[in-house]
């Protein structure tokens, strides 16, 4: 592991696996909602691109800021010394996580986003019909929060997401602005959960890695045909039946 970056809001590390064919793809994943940040926790699915062979740059948050440091800018120039080294370079993250794979797109030159229900900002006046986030957001100092200008016009976008929640609103502002959403129908907002139940999660992230501008609609159609093996699924569609 490689430090790269380590500031007092945020940090990055680089983690690149032996492997007998080096990945010309590298992944910037970016670190989700946790109950108890810390800047020690393991970046956005580490383990899994790590046993994977999937070189990574894994971007951490002190705290739940949906990455709103003015170290953030700092921390780019970093990175960025590190992606040029490779062909491609994709974005990874859920919910929040997600966020900052799409924020920060442009900024990182990303090739493509692999996000999963990602939110378009948390900030309730740009994103009509969710509050979810608006505690959250009235404490924070944003920084850099627009997509007009974060969200790469180049890139490649493939979003999933819930459009039984109110992920739905972010997805529509995003498919807006050319993005890929392709919709898991009561997964509920961990779809990355969902697609792991289904066996998916890994296929996706393989996929990812091999050819960033592959077209997952074939994928997302297994997963939709195998939403039945999902708890998951199971629950919420159990919960929209009662309602």
């Known amino acids: 592991m490689e ?3 380590s500031g007092r809001d945020m940090r990055a590390t680089l983690l690149c696996p032996k492997t007998e064919s080096p990945s010309q793809t590298l992944f910037v994943t970016f670190s989700n909602f946790r109950g108890a ?16 062979g999937i070189p990574a740059i894994h971007i951490v948050t ?9 170290e953030v800018f700092d921390l780019a120039q970093t990175v960025l010394k590190t992606r040029s080294k490779f062909a491609k370079a994709v974005g990874y993250g859920s919910s929040m996580g997600g966020y900052g794979a799409m924020m920060f797109s442009n900024l990182l030159r990303l090739d ?11 900030q309730p006046e740009k994103v009509q019909g969710d509050s979810r ?13 627009d997509m007009n200008i974060g969200m790469s016009a180049t890139a490649r ?40 139940q289904v066996g998916m999660l890994t296929e996706i992230v393989i996929v990812a890695a091999q050819d960033p501008m592959t077209d997952f609609k074939s994928i997302h159609e297994i997963a939709l045909e195998r939403s039945a093996r999902s708890a998951l699924y199971a629950f919420n569609l159990g919960q929209a039946q009662k309602s």
């Open 3 to 5: 430090h790269l970056y």
């Open 133 to 145: 986030w608006a505690n959250i957001a009235s404490e924070l100092n944003f920084v850099f929060d």
């Open 37 to 52: 940040p810390s800047l020690e926790d393991d970046g956005f699915g580490q383990d899994l691109l790590n046993k994977m």
């Open 112 to 122: 493509a986003t692999l996000t999963l229900s990602p939110q378009y900002s948390i």
């Open 157 to 196: 976008h493939n979003l999933f997401y819930d459009p039984c929640t109110a992920d739905n609103i972010h997805a529509q502002l995003f498919e807006k602005r050319g993005a890929n959403c392709f919709a898991l129908p009561h997964s509920g907002h961990s779809s990355a959960g969902f697609l792991q």
């Open 62 to 70: 002190a705290g739940n800021t949906w990455f709103q440091s003015p």
